[in-house]
């Protein structure tokens, strides 16, 4: 499996709802992102959290980093429709030259109906 | 200030053919990353370059890809004599600097299609 694996792989909801998405990594990093990706459209980046750091709050995300577990969880509540869109995490490892390099899982594809 | 842009958007090309895609960083940007993105899976990266200089292409093909981002200019990505299994989005990213908690700003993508 690869760095970065977002779980689940797809999630329906209804708005006002929250959404919990999980993502594992299996190497050390220097931080953690998360990005948001609506179809057919570039990333757009959400929320960084870096690896001495245990949970960071941005408007309705809340992201959590467990490095024991190698994991982290993003909970966007109260959600809308507009926050339909694919989740991807993704790791930048702890070496001086992978800045940029930053390893994406498949990501979370999530559905917020009305 | 514009976004990082790609273009073409949509890119059709036949087996043998060369694609040339294109990416213009976001004002003051100096730094620039290719990723490519297979139907449902991540992006997966490709090349980092800094103004006229490859800094770190372990993602890259050894074969047909290559990369450059000339002093003056858009970074191109070129694929010679494309496959079918070249087919995917390419994205580019490109940052101010490069530093520990810089996030990637992407372009839209280009999605190439190989027939």
């Known amino acids: 499996s690869q760095q970065g694996e977002e779980d689940p792989q797809a999630l329906s909801i209804q708005e006002g709802e929250n959404a919990t998405m999980n993502c594992s990594y299996k190497?050390?990093?220097?931080?953690l992102q998360w990005y948001r990706q609506n179809s057919g459209r570039g990333l757009v980046h959400l929320i960084l959290i870096r690896s001495n750091e245990r949970e960071k709050h941005s408007g309705r995300l809340r992201v959590t980093l467990d490095t024991s577990k190698k994991s982290s969880s993003l909970l966007i509540t109260a959600s809308r429709a507009a926050d339909t869109a694919s989740y991807f995490c993704?790791?930048?490892?702890?070496?001086?030259?992978?800045?940029?390099?930053?390893?994406f899982g498949a990501g979370t594809q999530v559905v917020v109906t009305p | 200030n514009a976004g990082v842009m790609q273009n073409p958007r949509h890119l059709v090309r036949r087996r043998g053919q060369e694609a040339r895609l294109r990416c213009s960083p976001m004002?003051?940007?100096?730094?620039v990353y290719w990723y490519r993105q297979l139907p449902e899976e991540g992006l997966k990266f490709m090349v980092y370059l800094q103004k006229e200089n490859i800094i770190d292409e372990s993602g890259m093909p050894k074969e047909r890809f290559s990369a450059e981002f000339p002093k003056e200019g858009p970074s191109i990505l070129r694929i010679q004599q494309v496959v079918r299994g070249d087919s995917a989005a390419y994205f580019c990213a490109s940052s101010p600097r490069r530093a520990d908690g810089e996030k990637l700003f992407f372009g839209s993508g280009t999605q190439l299609s190989v027939l």
């Open positions: 004002k003051g940007h100096s730094h």
């Open positions: 993704a790791t930048d490892a702890r070496a001086t030259d992978s800045w940029g390099k930053l390893q």
């Open positions: 190497t050390s990093i220097n931080n």
